[in-house]
């Protein structure tokens, strides 16, 4: 078993190598014109880049999100000591590795609020608090210094556990020593739970403080549910292309689809019902605090969208993915990752927009510029990252026991 | 005939062969063994372990089962019966309004259609693989080899049906021989028994009892009947408390309604001021309104007539309202038509009197006292005494003004 | 391989390189059935079974009796009263339901996470989940008041033309409960039919072979009919996952839904979910560790079964951590002075002591399973098991008797005072669980044999160890 493993891990392509520092830079160089084209839609809108920083912020969490996924997947697969999902870790790895770029891309939107700017977070608007006691209670948390510093200890946390994990694993790939492996499960526990308190609060500061006035316990588990979602279906759709590519051919198979197309659909379903968790207990009591959020996401045009979200990120791909089938073939799995990808993205427009002008469903060009300009400068990210190292775990202890694994 | 009696390895002579029975050593050589069988075309046969052999269906050429269909069948329609029940009971048939809820609240329908949808499915899963099982099946022939008893334990054995078209004792024996079989047993079995026909009566009888209790309840609840219920719960249906307008022992006067104390006056009621409460004077009626006479006044005392005295009195005040000639019209026997306040009799009553009549009745008329307060009410008096001028004014009483624009 | 001190054999190795064993000593099926028919088939019934069965259904007496006293005299022989209306009853729900979770945990979601070794202990937790529910159904059924009418909570068509009020989370309860009951006895008894034919063949009496004969539905292990059965036992699992989920969901929404401050919050749902899994682990590991030292089944149920159980409930524990951590934050962070009240009067009002258990038993205990020594020795994790449950009743009693009896206005608030006929139906309960337990073990198969023993061919076909 292990010689089979060594044999498959040896005629087949597993690097990215040049290819992929080839592809870093024109990602970059698009994500780039993105950005500029995004910020000169933005300044001529002339309000004060109000829709600018919201529709950042929106493609932002979105492409952070995707990395939070990968950072889960491969912390649950230590802590589980899982062997089925070895041949696909390096590439949840990878995207969870990706943090230089992430910090980098944060700054537009936590260096604004350090220097006063409140476009995006009216509690950073000292006019704004004077005028409402609500705002003055939460100043303690609410104000720039501890927000800098709460982002800091973030991107710390995650550059760690993302470095930590990728390192240790490429580290395995020269010297196949099994003691990486029990290191990285035994450290896992611990990383969870830094991972957790870190995604809430992140989740609480830069999307739930878009209406400070609101709050919901549940806020952080809903957005971890949906950077989940987005991070499998990333997962999927990369070893899809990678294969297509010509790359990956023997390590990944039908197997490792099923199961991820498994564990997509739970996440789906545990997305609906952390949904509809927080709406059906706030639409119950239907205390007026609480209820605005909701109503102005009802209002007006926003209902269509929120009829759209439930169906597209829901209703549809529940069905779609219920069958065996549907899980086994590359064609229809990636189909349903592509569009629960898309179905991300909307939730979070659901989340982000909102603050920006109640009444009317601001989208534009502007949204599609800095999707491609954020997400350019994030893919040159991963091309540089993935072609560092190999695309699979060559020597990990449990690599046969990946390849050999048959489902029911 | 059932697995309860032990049987005997070797058969009955007459017995005939109900199909051979091989056993193996290991999951492999049963899946192997197998792959043989399937590929020597018989259809009728089995294979049996005591615990799923990993594989084995790929080497039997057994087909996916539908289980899985009928279970999404089931999951929808109990997911469409609990929607349609829950609007049916709480937005059609009986309309309720909760905290001011839409009376079809979706978001609080979920959870009950969720659980119907787990139900029916677990239901249907369940009894799906029970009879597509084909279970209970308490007899079968494999039951016949003693060797058999093992097959819960540790023992692989593959049975091969005799009705098998391709089934040939000789030839059966020698496919499981040389496909490793560590022992092959016959299995002889007669034919089948009938179950007793006193089983069949008896369950016919059961099943008509059984009909008893529901015929005999809507029965019972279809028919009126002159005795009182059973009660079960005396305490609750017998309540140590006394009821409306019930004789009580402890009082002189045997009531269990107490009336007030005297003098007891309710909050509010505490009508000191005779003359604005009742119209009354040391000297007999008051002979004037209690407040200043204005224009708002009598446009209040206009409004009240119009709602409360006019369905009688009429809007002129002469006794023709809708209600009095109705009644006339239906020849009521007891109808006592209203009196017309133009009449000198009324004319000359005081105002206190106009009052006292208002507020507690004559004759056929009920009082007013609980519908007009009582400054209403005084508005009414100066209402009816414009009505009463308007029959009876002289030409000076009109004013200037509107006389000039008289014919 | 076999060795006289094999059930002392650690296999919690971490070694990545192989798995470790998870039957350890005689390892062929014989031996595998002996050991747990033995259990079942024991010629005399040990005295200390009959010691224990008669103290707990002493116990249940007094349950019956209690409740018995509860039908003729009404809802004032507890301690409920304005304004805590609900007290020890729906905590003792609660509790209980909880308590049910981890069995659907261990048979389900371990086993759609192909889990292997739930294959020991998943009879034993299915059998704790159906009486778990059945102790926990209890409870709502008779604190309605006029138990005589509690067939009015279904949907019949009746002459007052009166439905039940779909609206209310009350209702969902008895739909979510009563599903969550018949599918897991479904569950249960699906898994046992196999195990109950090889009872069935093994049995010496007649009346043995006749009742394990009659619910073995006479199965003869039929390659045919194990497809269908493991496709079952998938969709089997595949549903009473999102109901394990949505069950205790429903009843958090009891309290959710109201808008009294420390009720009304979002994270209930999930919080009260991984609380459950949490308590329900604690009655497993309460229940296992004596278990398998007098039956015997060290060697099915090994060191390395209870060092995983042990750290879910560590990771349980942590989920449960972050539920308390994240409400005091929003009861901070919300503004309502109504809510951050609530969360100070738990800490430090007058059921300040029943909080300082909580946490002390929820949060602090749990953390000695950082450490692999508590996690492997049985008399410890015994310990913090039977811990967890105490703080795990005392989280709902903090959540329910606490924030009721100070809410909104003052002049209404309250202390709560337990009653003994409260006292003597929570100990009751606790005497019909463990009845019905000591008659599972005495008759029923204990472990999954048929599981194990697909484990065990699945680690023969792979050479491991």
Request: glycine share 8%; hydrophobic share 50%; proline share 6%.
């Amino acid at each position: 078993m292990q010689a089979e493993a060594a044999q498959i891990t040896a005629t087949e392509r597993i690097s990215l190598g040049s290819q992929g520092r080839r592809l870093a830079g024109p990602a970059l160089a698009v994500g780039l014109a993105g950005l500029a084209a995004g910020f000169g839609l933005g300044w001529l809108r002339d309000d004060g880049l109000k829709h600018f920083f919201h529709s950042y912020l929106l493609n932002y969490c979105f492409f952070l999100s995707l990395s939070l996924g990968g950072m889960f997947f491969v912390l649950i697969q230590h802590v589980t000591r899982a062997g089925w999902s070895v041949s696909v870790r390096r590439l949840a790895e990878i995207l969870a590795a990706n943090i230089f770029w992430l910090t980098v891309l944060v700054l537009p939107l936590v260096v604004p609020v350090l220097l006063g700017n409140s476009a995006l977070y009216r509690w950073n608007d000292p006019a704004a608090v004077a005028g409402s006691e609500l705002l003055q209670v939460k100043t303690p948390y609410l104000n720039p210094a501890f927000f800098g510093v709460r982002a800091l200890v973030y991107f710390l946390v995650w550059w760690c556990l993302g470095r930590y994990y990728l390192g240790r694993s490429v580290q395995q790939d020269v010297s196949g020593d099994p003691e990486l492996t029990i290191r990285m499960e035994r450290r896992s526990p611990a990383a969870l739970i830094l991972f957790a308190v870190t995604v809430t609060f992140a989740a609480f500061d830069w999307l739930m403080s878009l209406e400070p006035e609101w709050f919901s316990t549940i806020y952080g588990v809903y957005f971890f549910s949906g950077a989940v979602v987005g991070g499998l279906a990333t997962l999927i759709l990369a070893a899809i292309g990678l294969q297509a590519a010509g790359y990956l051919r023997d390590s990944i198979t039908t197997e490792h689809y099923h199961d991820l197309g498994k564990l997509l659909f739970a996440f789906v379903v545990f997305w609906g019902y952390i949904a509809f968790s927080q709406y059906m207990l706030i639409w119950y009591a239907n205390i007026p605090e609480e209820t605005t959020w909701y109503l102005a996401r009802q209002s007006g045009p926003w209902v269509w969208l929120s009829l759209v979200l439930l169906f597209s990120h829901l209703l549809i791909p529940f069905f779609g993915l219920l069958s065996r089938e549907a899980k086994r073939r590359k064609a229809i799995l990636g189909f349903w990752a592509a569009w629960l990808l898309a179905a991300h993205w909307l939730d979070l427009y659901y989340l982000v927009m909102p603050s920006l002008c109640g009444g009317r469903l601001p989208l534009g060009a502007i949204d599609a510029c800095l999707l491609v300009g954020v997400g350019g400068i994030y893919a040159a990210g991963v091309f540089r990252v993935a072609s560092a190292c190999a695309l699979v775990p060559q020597r990990d202890p449990r690599l046969a026991e990946s390849l050999a694994f048959e489902n029911i | 005939m059932s697995e309860t009696s032990p049987t005997p390895s070797e058969p009955a002579a007459e017995e005939p062969l109900a199909g051979l029975v091989a056993q193996f050593t290991s999951p492999e050589a049963l899946k192997k063994a197998a792959a043989r069988v399937r590929d020597e075309g018989y259809t009728r046969w089995d294979a049996h372990s005591p615990f799923p052999v990993h594989g084995i269906e790929r080497a039997m050429g057994v087909r996916r089962t539908i289980l899985p269909w009928l279970v999404l069948g089931a999951g929808i329609s109990g997911g469409m019966a609990a929607i349609l029940l829950q609007w049916w009971t709480n937005a059609f048939d009986y309309p309720h309004i909760i905290s001011g809820k839409p009376l079809f609240s979706l978001p609080a329908n979920i959870p009950v259609t969720f659980e119907l949808i787990v139900l029916l499915s677990g239901l249907t899963a369940f009894l799906g693989n029970l009879v597509l099982n084909k279970l209970p099946e308490f007899s079968h022939a494999t039951f016949r080899s003693e060797r058999f008893r093992r097959v819960t334990t540790d023992g692989f054995f593959i049975s091969l049906d005799a009705t098998d078209p391709k089934f040939d004792e000789a030839a059966a024996r020698a496919l499981l021989e040389s496909a490793g079989a560590a022992a092959v047993d016959a299995c002889r079995v007669a034919a089948p028994a009938r179950l007793p026909a006193v089983v069949g009566w008896a369950l016919l009888v059961l099943g008509v009892l059984a009909t008893l209790p529901p015929v005999l309840t809507l029965w019972y609840r279809s028919i009126p009947k002159r005795s009182p219920r059973i009660h079960l719960i005396q305490d609750m249906d017998f309540q140590p408390k006394y009821k409306t307008q019930a004789a009580s022992p402890l009082f002189a006067d045997r009531r269990a309604m107490r009336p007030p104390v005297e003098g007891t006056v309710a909050v509010g009621r505490l009508r000191e001021d005779e003359y604005f409460h009742f119209g009354r004077t040391q000297d007999g009626w008051a002979r004037s309104l209690p407040m200043e006479p204005t224009d708002e006044l009598i446009e209040r005392g206009r409004q009240r007539f119009d709602i409360y005295c006019a369905v009688c009195h009429g809007y002129d005040g002469a006794g023709g309202g809708i209600v009095s000639k109705r009644a006339i019209e239906r020849m009521e026997p007891d109808w006592a038509t209203p009196v017309s306040f133009h009449s000198n009799a009324v004319r000359q009553q005081a105002d206190g009197q106009l009052f006292h009549t208002i507020t507690g009745g004559a004759g056929k008329m009920p009082g007013y006292a609980a519908l007009i307060e009582p400054a209403d009410r005084w508005s009414i008096v100066l209402y009816i005494r414009a009505l009463q001028l308007s029959r009876n004014a002289a030409a000076g009483d009109v004013p200037d003004e509107i006389r000039r624009r008289l014919p | 391989m076999s060795s006289t001190l094999a059930e002392n054999v650690d296999n919690t190795t971490d070694d990545p390189r192989r798995r470790a064993a998870l039957v350890i000593g005689r390892r062929d099926y014989a031996s595998i059935t002996d050991r747990v028919c033995g259990v079942a088939e024991m010629p005399r019934t040990p005295p200390a079974w009959y010691v224990l069965f008669a103290f707990s259904s002493l116990l249940t007496a007094a349950l019956f009796a209690s409740v018995g006293y509860l039908f003729v005299t009404g809802v004032g022989v507890w301690g409920n009263n304005s304004p805590v209306f609900w007290g020890w009853p729906i905590v003792n729900f609660v509790f209980w339901v909880g308590i049910g979770h981890a069995g659907t945990l261990i048979s389900a979601i371990l086993f759609l996470f192909r889990q292997r070794w739930r294959t020991s202990i998943n009879r034993f937790a299915e059998a704790m989940t159906v009486f778990a529910v059945m102790c926990a159904g209890l409870f709502p059924a008779i604190h309605i008041g006029r138990v005589w009418l509690v067939y009015w909570l279904a949907p019949y068509p009746n002459q007052m033309a009166v439905w039940p009020n779909f609206r209310s989370p009350l209702l969902w309860d008895v739909f979510a409960v009563s599903t969550y009951g018949t599918v897991s006895v479904l569950f249960w008894y699906h898994g046992m039919i196999p195990d109950l034919a090889t009872l069935r063949d093994r049995a010496g009496g007649k009346l043995r072979r006749f009742f394990y004969g009659l619910f073995a539905l006479g199965w003869r292990g039929s390659a045919r009919q194990w497809h269908r059965y493991e496709v079952t036992y998938l969709l089997l699992a595949a549903l009473a996952t999102p109901l394990v989920l949505s069950v205790h969901s429903v009843v958090s929404f009891d309290f959710a839904v109201s808008q009294l401050p420390g009720w009304h919050t979002t994270i209930f749902p999930p919080y009260f979910v991984a609380g459950a899994i949490f308590s329900g682990f604690a009655m497993v590991v309460t229940l296992m560790v004596p278990a398998r030292a007098v039956l015997g089944l060290k060697e099915l149920v090994t060191v390395r079964h209870l060092d995983n159980i042990n750290k879910v409930l560590l990771a349980t524990s942590w989920m449960v951590a972050y539920a308390y951590s994240v409400e005091w934050f929003m009861a901070w962070y919300g503004g309502s002075p109504y809510e951050r009240f609530a969360f100070l009067n738990r800490a430090l009002g007058p059921y300040a002591w029943a909080y300082a258990i909580m946490v002390t038993c929820n949060v602090l205990v749990p953390q000695l399973f950082w450490f692999k020594r508590c996690r492997t020795t049985p008399w410890i994790m015994f310990v913090v098991a039977v811990l967890v449950n105490v703080g795990m009743w005392f989280e709902r009693f903090v959540i329910i008797v606490g924030s009721l009896s100070r809410d909104f206005l003052p002049s209404s608030w309250g202390y709560f005072r337990p009653t003994p006929i409260d006292v003597l139906m929570l100990v009751g309960s606790f005497g019909m669980f463990f009845t019905f337990f000591l008659l599972f073990l005495r008759f029923l198969p204990v472990v999954a044999m048929a599981e194990v023993k697909t484990v065990v061919a699945h680690d023969a076909q792979n050479h491991d160890s």
